[in-house]
């Protein structure tokens, strides 16, 4: 029968949450604590925290992400959605990005409606000025 001592639920990490209560994590093998509480493990620790924000702020970083075009049409509003979506599901950009790029998207896309009646009831009112004249 296989030993399972790390997977006891009485085995768990002698190391306290910020709130002082008993980690419920699973002690390391050689170990009375988990991964991220063990004094003998900062080093380790410290580094693989490093590399993780340097790994997220790389692949968050605009050359890894959207290639950036003139919102003025609608078309290019298409193209950035499209590629948000290829982007979130290659991994390359977190969900928040993609929420508020789509909510911005939405707000630019009724801006550019708005700005499509404006001209065209423009240029209806210029044609009635016009008919009222002759």
């Known amino acids: 029968m296989k030993n399972n001592k790390n997977k006891n639920s009485s085995n768990r990490c002698n190391g306290k949450t910020s ?14 604590y988990c991964f991220f509480h063990d004094p003998k493990k900062k080093n380790t620790r410290r580094k693989a925290q490093q590399k993780g924000g340097k790994t997220k702020i790389d692949n968050l970083s605009p050359t890894n992400e959207i290639e950036f075009t003139s919102l003025i049409e ?15 599901l290659m991994g ?4 928040k990005k993609c929420r508020t790029i789509g909510y911005l ?16 009831l423009t240029e209806v009112e ?9």
């Open 126 to 134: 210029s044609i009635i000025d016009k008919m009222e004249f002759n």
């Open 19 to 32: 709130k002082g209560v008993r980690c419920k994590g699973y002690p390391t093998v050689g170990s009375e």
């Open 105 to 120: 998207a939405q707000v630019t896309l009724k801006s550019i409606e708005l700005a499509t009646v404006e001209k065209r």
């Open 92 to 95: 390359n950009i977190d969900d």
């Open 74 to 88: 609608s078309e290019n509003v298409r193209k950035l959605l499209s590629d948000t979506i290829h982007q979130l």
